[in-house]
């Protein structure tokens, strides 16, 4: 007899049978790695321009003409705003049927800088609209293809650009293999930041990162608060309006997100909760941010503490993930009852090592969503605007793929491969990952080819988009 019971929720001490590693392998027998190549467009997909008009369905209407000219101005910034239709794309492919959570949105400009608890900077994903529990091998796709895009803008020629598109695959793949190698709490903490560049390789790259690592240490709160705000009668301060990026809102919807914030503190961790406490709120504004979320409600919220000194927080719609129809359809289920800004924040506390020490979620109530009408996917009628709450400008800084040379864009696809297998490792078992991916480089080969090919894919929707914007099918506002 054992000595202690098994304890539900940790592995069975007594498990037995094929080791992780030998089912990952053994899945190449359905699924060659070489098929990874593959590009299904299936029957009856939406023409580009009738997908962006779908996905802004439910948006603020006066604010998506801002998306459109945001995605209108490349073919990168097009895939930057169309999750959902590549979702749809991916959904007609194989999958291996291996499960994590995935980014969702993991395309080369959502990886960057922000602040630890410690005003130290780390470097991971740093953005989950989108995410939720799905194949590990479409954040990869989406990954690579973004390279190849921004290496073309880049005016890289075709065979670099297919070069950095293999090596994201193959950082990918030695890094799972180097998790699947290491104990458990070793490899859920592997690759600090410090040891990214080296591990990756990105040595070319170390410039342009201390450049950004410089711009990102200024980028705070009290910083976009000196600029975004002036004084009071009564000593405190207060938004300005910025037409169209920031606007001031009706004192009863600016009570509203306060108010909400109530609800937030129950989700912060509970040691964190003195420090919320020394800052009294003092101001709501309605702010425009990033291309897949403008039209979305977001709002940034004014904290002073007894000096005055600002600490701005960031209120932000969140709608269903677009990828959750096509997720299920891949044979991955979403959960029927979802709070949406839960789902964005445990999505990223899933896959970072260190997240913001403020994030959080709840309730605006007396607020539709602009995403769902107030009702989420699948989930029945709600009541008010479910939303993430986060710092705002907290020490955020990233690097622009599009202005890279050709070292530097190989550089920074190996390092955005081994930050995305390290995030994926924190729910999937690496070896089982490894055991897919392999010792040589079938699936790096693979996962170029399909990028190649959804790259020109995506080129040919961009310029379906720009077309509908000149004949005036769509309207669009350039340069905002």
Same mark, same amino acid.
């Given at each position: 007899?054992?000595?202690?019971? *098994?304890?539900?929720?940790?592995?069975?001490?007594?498990?037995?049978?094929?080791?992780?590693?030998?089912?990952?392998?053994?899945?190449?027998?359905?699924?060659?790695?070489?098929?990874?190549?593959?590009?299904?467009?299936?029957?009856?997909?939406?023409?580009?321009?009738?997908?962006?008009?779908?996905?802004?369905?439910?948006?603020?209407?006066?604010?998506?003409?801002?998306?459109?000219?945001?995605?209108?101005?490349?073919?990168?910034?097009?895939?930057?705003?169309?999750?959902?239709?590549?979702?749809?794309?991916?959904?007609?492919?194989?999958?291996?049927?291996?499960?994590?959570?995935?980014?969702?949105?993991?395309?080369?400009?959502?990886?960057?800088?922000?602040?630890?608890?410690?005003?130290?900077?780390?470097?991971?994903?740093?953005?989950?609209?989108?995410?939720?529990?799905?194949?590990?091998?479409?954040?990869?796709?989406?990954?690579?293809?973004?390279?190849?895009?921004?290496?073309?803008?880049?005016?890289?020629?075709?065979?670099?650009?297919?070069?950095?598109?293999?090596?994201?695959?193959?950082?990918?793949?030695?890094?799972?293999?180097?998790?699947?190698?290491?104990?458990?709490?070793?490899?859920?903490?592997?690759?600090?930041?410090?040891?990214?560049?080296?591990?990756?390789?990105?040595?070319?790259?170390?410039?342009?990162?201390?450049?950004?690592?410089?711009?990102?240490?200024?980028?705070?709160?009290?910083?976009?608060?000196?600029?975004?705000?002036?004084?009071?009668?009564?000593?405190?301060?207060?938004?300005?309006?910025?037409?169209?990026?920031?606007?001031?809102?009706?004192?009863?919807?600016?009570?509203?997100?306060?108010?909400?914030?109530?609800?937030?503190?129950?989700?912060?961790?509970?040691?964190?909760?003195?420090?919320?406490? #020394?800052?009294?709120?003092?101001?709501?504004?309605?702010?425009?941010?990033?291309?897949?979320?403008?039209?979305? #409600?977001?709002?940034?919220?004014?904290?002073?503490?007894?000096?005055?000194?600002?600490?701005?927080?960031?209120?932000?719609?969140?709608?269903?993930?677009?990828?959750?129809?096509?997720?299920?359809?891949?044979?991955?289920?979403?959960?029927?009852?979802?709070?949406?800004?839960?789902?964005?924040?445990?999505?990223?506390?899933?896959?970072?090592?260190?997240?913001?020490?403020?994030?959080?979620?709840?309730?605006?109530?007396?607020?539709?969503?602009?995403?769902?009408?107030?009702?989420?996917?699948?989930?029945?009628?709600?009541?008010?605007?479910?939303?993430?709450?986060?710092?705002?400008?907290?020490?955020?800084?990233?690097?622009?793929?599009?202005?890279?040379?050709?070292?530097?864009?190989?550089?920074?696809?190996?390092?955005?491969?081994?930050?995305?297998?390290?995030?994926?490792?924190?729910?999937?078992?690496?070896?089982?990952?490894?055991? *897919?991916?392999?010792?040589?480089?079938?699936?790096?080969?693979?996962?170029?080819?399909?990028?190649?090919? *959804?790259?020109?894919?995506?080129?040919?929707?961009?310029?379906?988009?720009?077309?509908?914007?000149?004949?005036?099918?769509?309207?669009?506002?350039?340069?905002?």
């Amino acid at each position: 007899m054992p000595r202690v019971p *098994y304890v539900p929720g940790f592995a069975h001490p007594d498990a037995q049978g094929t080791s992780p590693k030998a089912v990952g392998r053994a899945l190449r027998e359905r699924l060659p790695r070489s098929g990874q190549a593959v590009l299904s467009i299936a029957d009856g997909r939406p023409d580009a321009v009738a997908a962006v008009e779908e996905s802004n369905a439910g948006r603020l209407p006066e604010l998506t003409p801002i998306r459109v000219g945001r995605m209108a101005v490349s073919p990168f910034a097009f895939l930057r705003g169309s999750a959902g239709l590549m979702a749809y794309d991916l959904a007609a492919g194989p999958v291996t049927g291996i499960g994590t959570q995935i980014c969702g949105d993991a395309h080369a400009a959502n990886f960057g800088l922000y602040g630890d608890a410690r005003d130290g900077l780390v470097i991971d994903l740093n953005d989950f609209d989108e995410t939720l529990h799905g194949p590990w091998e479409w954040d990869l796709k989406r990954l690579a293809t973004s390279i190849v895009l921004a290496g073309r803008e880049a005016g890289a020629a075709e065979d670099d650009c297919r070069k950095a598109a293999l090596d994201v695959a193959g950082s990918y793949r030695h890094t799972m293999r180097l998790l699947a190698k290491l104990p458990v709490i070793g490899a859920w903490n592997a690759i600090a930041d410090e040891e990214l560049v080296s591990h990756a390789d990105a040595r070319d790259l170390l410039g342009t990162l201390e450049r950004v690592a410089e711009k990102a240490r200024k980028n705070t709160s009290a910083r976009f608060a000196a600029k975004a705000t002036e004084p009071t009668a009564d000593g405190g301060r207060r938004f300005v309006d910025a037409q169209p990026v920031l606007r001031r809102v009706p004192d009863a919807e600016a009570a509203a997100v306060a108010t909400s914030l109530t609800g937030y503190l129950d989700t912060v961790a509970e040691h964190r909760l003195p420090l919320l406490a #020394r800052y009294a709120v003092h101001d709501v504004a309605f702010r425009v941010v990033g291309t897949g979320s403008v039209g979305l #409600r977001s709002y940034v919220v004014l904290l002073l503490d007894h000096r005055g000194e600002p600490l701005v927080l960031q209120v932000k719609e969140a709608r269903s993930s677009a990828l959750a129809p096509f997720a299920e359809k891949a044979g991955f289920p979403v959960p029927s009852v979802v709070h949406e800004g839960r789902r964005v924040v445990l999505g990223q506390r899933r896959m970072q090592v260190v997240s913001d020490i403020l994030l959080g979620w709840t309730t605006v109530q007396g607020v539709a969503s602009a995403g769902t009408g107030g009702t989420a996917s699948g989930s029945g009628p709600q009541e008010g605007l479910p939303v993430q709450v986060r710092q705002f400008r907290n020490r955020k800084g990233s690097v622009d793929p599009t202005q890279l040379s050709g070292d530097q864009m190989d550089d920074y696809a190996r390092m955005t491969g081994a930050l995305l297998a390290r995030a994926h490792s924190h729910s999937a078992d690496p070896r089982l990952l490894a055991g *897919y991916c392999g010792k040589n480089d079938e699936l790096d080969e693979a996962i170029a080819a399909f990028a190649v090919s *959804y790259a020109d894919r995506t080129e040919a929707d961009h310029a379906a988009l720009t077309a509908a914007v000149k004949s005036g099918r769509v309207e669009a506002e350039m340069g905002v």
